[in-house]
């Protein structure tokens, strides 16, 4: 067994198999900067190992993804979140679309363990992975915040897994699934009693280890190759465009405010509330 230390990840090596735990348990493993970049270097850890074949990536704590970090420390004038600096921005964004592609393009298989909540961003992580077991109970939705705040990049992932409809369907209302409907709707591949994922995600990346990495990553790469060719990374990129404009829209430039002064969870609670955003408000 080898583990790689990181702040906010866990690297395990088991033989042919490389866990990855998302390590932000207090978050609900929420993604900020310093845990994208090292979701990124442990991808090309693994990808880099060639005893690994098969990849397994989960939650510590009680969700697997709770999407990107919105807390109010993280919604200071001027920095990445609310500032106007359009070249950060950009910046910003390459380093999380990068990251997030290397479960994509990884010559190796991917599973993603899902429990608990698996929101935006998290949806993205999973989204990517070649196999995604879900518990039954899990929360799964491509966003929860208020529609003020809700970009395009989540969209590029969830398009070719579940459909125009179920897409447009969150887009529009948001919500969440549990893990049967996330099967049903193609989002997973497997849903599980919550007692029984780890052990059924053992099994699974046990028998796809027993298989030469040649022959996984030829499989992978026909796949993944013949899906592109079909357009699933220009839906990546297109929402990723979309998305860096919406961050500089008056209508996020309005939530932004709200954040940095209330903080997501009040602005949250609102909305779940029903309070309806008033533009006077924040005038």
């Given at each position: 067994m080898t583990t790689?230390?990181?702040?906010?990840?866990?690297?395990?090596?088991?033989?042919?198999?490389v866990t990855l735990t998302l390590n932000r348990p207090e978050k609900i493993n929420a993604l900020n900067e310093r845990l994208t970049r090292e979701f990124e270097l442990a991808m090309l850890q693994a990808e880099d190992d060639d005893d690994v074949r098969v990849v397994v990536l989960q939650g510590a704590g009680r969700?697997?993804?709770a999407g990107h970090d919105y807390g109010k420390e993280n919604f200071k004038p001027g920095e990445r979140e609310?500032?106007?600096?359009?070249?950060?921005?950009?910046i910003?964004?390459?380093k999380r679309m990068r990251a997030y592609m290397r479960v994509w393009e990884i010559p190796k298989p991917v599973i993603a363990q899902v429990h608990g909540a698996?929101?935006?961003?998290?949806?993205?992580?999973?989204?990517?992975?070649?196999?995604v077991v879900v518990a039954d109970d899990a929360k799964?939705?491509?966003v929860e915040a208020a529609p003020g705040m809700v970009m395009g990049l989540i969209w590029g992932a969830w398009l070719p897994v579940v459909g125009l409809r179920k897409t447009k369907e969150f887009a529009f209302l948001h919500g969440t699934m549990d893990g049967k409907e996330a099967q049903q709707c193609g989002f997973a591949t497997r849903s599980v009693p919550a007692?029984?994922?780890?052990?059924?995600v053992d099994r699974m990346a046990d028998e796809i280890a027993r298989v030469p990495l040649e022959i996984l990553m030829m499989k992978k790469l026909a796949i993944n190759r013949s899906a592109n060719r079909m357009g699933a990374r220009d839906m990546m990129e297109i929402n990723f465009e979309m998305s860096l404009a919406g961050h500089f829209s008056n209508t996020r430039e309005r939530w932004g405010k709200r954040l940095e002064t209330e903080g997501?969870?009040?602005?949250?609670?609102?909305?779940?509330?029903g309070t309806r955003y008033d533009r006077k408000r924040d005038a």
């Amino acid at each position: 067994m080898t583990t790689r230390d990181f702040e906010h990840l866990i690297y395990d090596k088991r033989e042919h198999r490389v866990t990855l735990t998302l390590n932000r348990p207090e978050k609900i493993n929420a993604l900020n900067e310093r845990l994208t970049r090292e979701f990124e270097l442990a991808m090309l850890q693994a990808e880099d190992d060639d005893d690994v074949r098969v990849v397994v990536l989960q939650g510590a704590g009680r969700g697997f993804c709770a999407g990107h970090d919105y807390g109010k420390e993280n919604f200071k004038p001027g920095e990445r979140e609310t500032g106007h600096d359009t070249e950060r921005h950009r910046i910003d964004f390459e380093k999380r679309m990068r990251a997030y592609m290397r479960v994509w393009e990884i010559p190796k298989p991917v599973i993603a363990q899902v429990h608990g909540a698996c929101i935006a961003a998290g949806t993205i992580i999973a989204g990517l992975a070649d196999i995604v077991v879900v518990a039954d109970d899990a929360k799964i939705g491509p966003v929860e915040a208020a529609p003020g705040m809700v970009m395009g990049l989540i969209w590029g992932a969830w398009l070719p897994v579940v459909g125009l409809r179920k897409t447009k369907e969150f887009a529009f209302l948001h919500g969440t699934m549990d893990g049967k409907e996330a099967q049903q709707c193609g989002f997973a591949t497997r849903s599980v009693p919550a007692e029984s994922l780890a052990a059924t995600v053992d099994r699974m990346a046990d028998e796809i280890a027993r298989v030469p990495l040649e022959i996984l990553m030829m499989k992978k790469l026909a796949i993944n190759r013949s899906a592109n060719r079909m357009g699933a990374r220009d839906m990546m990129e297109i929402n990723f465009e979309m998305s860096l404009a919406g961050h500089f829209s008056n209508t996020r430039e309005r939530w932004g405010k709200r954040l940095e002064t209330e903080g997501f969870k009040q602005v949250m609670a609102e909305w779940k509330q029903g309070t309806r955003y008033d533009r006077k408000r924040d005038a």
